[in-house]
């Protein structure tokens, strides 16, 4: 299995390195990592199985047009965190709701925590009504 370093891979599919690092981090594309160095290395067939290989041609006009490279390797980075954006927001979306459920849950248990729980005071009779403390001296 052939090994690339990181900037080379970039090279061979017209990315730039930040695209494919991001991919390694979000685990897309699977690396290895030199410990000594710190230095990524991406097998081939790993590399192609995510971005689809040049042909000569191709490689050639982007050799030929360093702009154009250029504008192609910025473009698929705003792609890409266009994708990881997106993930982001349906991850917080989802969170979010979650987070609202157990809220919802939880005011309802502080509704029936608060409710007056107290049986009601018995309705006066009349025979209460006509005694009073000051008259049983009497």
């Not at 919802?104 to 006066?124: F, S």
Request: aromatic share 4%; no cysteine.
């Amino acid at each position: 299995m052939a090994q690339l370093t990181l900037a080379d891979a970039a090279k061979s599919v017209a990315r730039s390195k930040s695209a494919l690092l991001r991919s390694i981090k979000a685990g897309r594309l699977s690396a290895n990592r030199d410990e000594l160095t710190g230095a990524w290395s991406v097998d081939v067939s790993e590399l192609h199985r995510i971005y689809p290989p040049m042909s000569e041609a191709e490689r050639a006009a982007v050799n030929d047009a360093p702009h154009t490279s250029e504008l192609r390797a910025r473009l698929s980075d705003a792609l890409d965190q266009i994708q990881d954006l997106r993930r982001q927001r349906d991850r917080a979306d989802d969170e979010r709701r979650r987070a609202q459920e157990q809220l919802a849950g939880l005011q309802n248990q502080v509704a029936a925590l608060l409710a007056d729980q107290r049986t009601p005071p018995a309705a006066p009779t009349q025979e209460s009504l006509g005694r009073r403390w000051w008259r049983f001296g009497r």
